[in-house]
């Protein structure tokens, strides 16, 4: 018990400070020469790793949960006769697609202007998006608001957000959530975020003065034009806690002793909202599907189960929910809620988790998750069991992303899976995604890299701040960096623009100022376009779908009419023979680098070279930043023994990785041996070992037969320097090295100033 304490304590500890360092430098990936569409760990039945005779204990975890990427398969031609765009009904209201906004965005929501949130939300409705669920971002009860709010009912402009919602044409319902609430037991001041009272921190009174609450902020919904409300009772939210047999030990009528004690507190409210909104006025409640996660991993005694959640799903419908949507359950440790972006952060072995090895998926989650395709339609199959539970309606989330897998999401849809589907990311990454799918477009949709910079992420400054690393309009419309909004401004009149190299921050540019109406060119000095996309690609894996990312890219060259001249190497007197308007120079940056030579015994390898070299077991990693790690990661996947031997303090370990990766990724690095030693500097090379010198004030040998030099990017801004008197724009590494996230939005940016 001991050790299950501190590993649990190790590991919240490392998201906390993961959230909280201050990051800055550069960020791609590094090692192993496998293509985004191979599985890391190919087919075979499940085995435990104790049975897997004389197998490498890497072996062994790929095999416990081998990943199948055949799902990805599409025969559909035309989406108009799928099950996917056939009609459904969430009480009154008429839906002609099974994808639905889900209520979870942007923790800055809450900063918003009005502008900004109707941008957002408006732009989904256009791309197809027929209901959106608006994320609880103002203080609408009255007696215990979130204490992070600060939108009330009287800056909110909740009426003008409906009505603009309807007006693009889709309906809008409201999700009432309610987390780090000041209760006479709970003190909100001191608590995270996310962290709520447990079910018996209320007084009775309390808990009668929050039912009423919610009640009222529905009232006051429908009264600003909202069709519908969604009480969230799941993760660390207060209708979650008395749900739980965990959070859970009241005596009175809203305790544990029943199922109908414990839904009480939810049934109650939504049978005062459908008292004081009408009968025909909908309600949608989030619960819980499976509750075991990450963070409680295997205390099932304590953790409710899905046939408790089935039983108490039952009484949900009979008090008048209109619908369900089902979720796993992030419990004391919010990140789980992207469990099908976290679990399978495995870097060479999907599945792979700070825990030292994978999770037996056959094992935990009561054996019921879809884990075998990195996350994607995890809950489809325990949807299912609420389907033939209920008669209502029944959506769950988690990876829903009908584009990256069409026939195995329209097969679930037919076998009965669901009803509806509750996406957020891929819209947020492409809010024309709906559209885009009904035309058959799908080569057109931009992919959902997983990268989680949109939630609780830091900007390459240290400040806090959410992006999306496809989507450089999310976050960034109507602020100063993009004033003009989303949409891109027109053209000023005839311009031929050259783009100077085709990584992801050209290819960007060159798209949108296509887009403006340029004639616009792309100079590539390799043979294909992408840049280091496709060096992350073959690092990375299938998971963050980097593979898919290039071929957007690619392909919107092709639509926007970019002419793309590949094998050219381009200069500054090159530049000024084309004569173009603007110059976007996209060139990439220099790698710095500490000028090692090897020595008898030990290679020293750049990461630029890494994918060709031959690399021995013991393996010493310089460098501290996002490819530096993806690099050490690859190899203890591989079975080498990996030291990092840092030049910066230890807070800027995977800097340019976001947060919540992160909070996985060290404790990952941990778990499997790596150490690593900050402010290093390597004193000599020599007969197989070297010697580095660090904080611990003592010179340090120790074996090693290879050497990666995985120092930052340095910027390199020689052509645009020798281009004085034309329009210049330099994007990217050759201008400020960051990360993939930050190339894209330096490109668009650019392209939105021509």
């Keep these: 018990m001991g050790t299950e304490v501190s590993r649990r304590s190790f590991l919240k500890g490392a998201v906390l400070s993961a959230v909280g360092a201050t990051v800055a430098g550069s960020g791609l990936a590094g090692c192993a020469p496998k293509t985004e569409g191979t599985a890391a760990a190919a087919g075979g039945d499940a085995v435990a790793s104790g049975a897997a005779g004389n197998l490498t204990p890497q072996t062994a975890l790929a095999q416990l949960n081998p990943q199948d990427y055949d799902y990805t398969a599409n025969s559909i031609t035309d989406w108009e006769g799928t099950t996917l765009f056939s009609d459904w009904s969430f009480g009154p209201l008429t839906l002609h697609n099974r994808m639905v906004k889900s209520a979870a965005g942007s923790a800055y929501l809450p900063f918003w202007t009005t502008e900004m949130t109707i941008a957002e939300y408006t732009h989904w409705a256009k791309g197809g998006v027929e209901l959106m ?39 809008c319902g409201y999700q009432l959530s309610l987390m780090g609430a000041s209760f006479s037991g709970f003190d909100a001041t001191t608590a995270a975020q996310f962290e709520c009272a447990n079910a018996h921190d209320l007084t009775l009174d309390e808990v009668h003065l929050v039912q009423a609450d919610f009640v009222d902020a529905a009232k006051f919904l429908q009264e600003q034009g909202f069709d519908a409300v969604e009480i969230n009772a799941a993760g660390n939210n207060i209708g979650q806690a008395f749900l739980s047999r965990n959070r859970n030990e009241r005596t009175d009528e809203y305790g544990p002793q029943s199922f109908e004690n414990r839904t009480r507190f939810v049934n109650e409210i939504i049978e005062g909202i459908k008292a004081a909104c009408g009968a025909d006025f909908p309600v949608q409640v989030l619960i819980n599907a499976i509750e075991e996660n990450d963070y409680d991993l295997g ?107 069409p026939d195995f999401f329209e097969q679930a849809l037919k076998d009965g899976k669901a009803d509806f589907y509750l996406m957020n990311r891929p819209f947020m990454v492409d809010p024309e995604y709906i559209v885009k799918l009904r035309e058959n477009r799908l080569d057109e949709i931009r992919p959902c890299n997983r990268c989680l910079h949109c939630h609780f992420d830091l900007d390459e400054d240290g400040a806090f701040y959410e992006h999306c690393r496809m989507n450089a309009a999310h976050m960034r419309a109507y602020t100063e960096q993009m004033p003009e909004g989303p949409d891109l401004p027109a053209g000023t009149g005839s311009k031929s623009v050259m783009v100077v190299g085709g990584g992801p921050a050209g290819m960007e540019a ?222 990217g590494d050759c201008d400020r090295p960051f990360n993939i996230a930050e190339a894209i939005a330096a490109g668009n940016l650019a392209a939105r100033k021509i």
């Design 299 to 405: 205390q099932n005694a304590t953790l409710t189960t899905v046939e408790e959640n089935l039983q108490m799903a039952k009484l949900l419908e009979k008090a008048g929910a209109d619908s369900l949507h089902v979720r796993l359950g992030p419990f004391n440790n919010h990140p789980a809620e992207f469990a099908s972006d976290m679990y399978f952060t495995g870097y060479g072995i999907d599945g792979a988790t700070g825990y030292g090895n994978q999770f037996d998926f056959s094992r935990h989650f009561e054996g019921k998750l879809i884990a075998n395709h990195s996350g994607c339609g995890m809950l489809l199959d325990v949807a299912r069991e609420f389907k033939d539970a209920v008669s209502i309606p029944v959506g769950t989330v988690t990876y829903m992303d009908p584009a990256h897998a």
């Design 510 to 731: 060159a798209r949108v100022a296509a887009l403006r109406g340029y004639d616009v060119t792309l100079y590539e000095r390799k043979g294909s376009v992408g840049g280091l996309l496709e060096f992350a690609a073959n690092v990375k894996g299938p998971h963050e779908n980097i593979a898919r990312t290039r071929d957007y890219l690619a392909r919107q060259l092709e639509v926007t009419g970019v002419k793309v001249v590949t094998g050219q190497e381009v200069d500054a007197d090159f530049v000024k023979q084309q004569s173009p308007d603007a110059v976007v120079v996209a060139t990439g940056g220099v790698r710095d680098t500490l000028g090692l030579q090897s020595a008898d015994g030990t290679d020293v390898v750049s990461i630029d070279d890494f994918l060709m070299a031959d690399i021995g077991q013991e393996v010493t990693v310089v460098g501290e930043n996002a490819q530096a790690v993806d690099v050490a990661l690859r190899l203890v996947a591989e079975g080498k023994h990996v030291t990092i031997a840092s030049p910066l303090p230890l807070t800027a370990l995977d800097k340019g990785q976001s947060d919540h990766i992160k909070g996985f990724v060290i404790p990952m690095l941990y778990t499997r041996g790596t150490r690593v030693w900050p402010n290093a500097s390597v004193k000599s090379l020599d007969g197989g070992s070297i010697t580095i010198s660090c904080d611990t004030g003592v010179d340090m040998t120790y074996p090693c037969d290879t050497v990666i030099e995985a120092l930052d990017m340095l910027p390199d801004t020689s052509i645009a320097d020798a281009l004085s008197g034309m329009e210049v724009y330099s994007v």
């Design 133 to 171: 669920w608006v994320e609880d971002y103002a203080s609408l009860l009255e007696h215990y608001p979130a204490s992070y709010k600060v939108r009330t009912r009287e800056n909110a402009d909740l009426a003008q957000v409906a009505d603009a919602i309807h007006e693009a044409g889709s309906y």
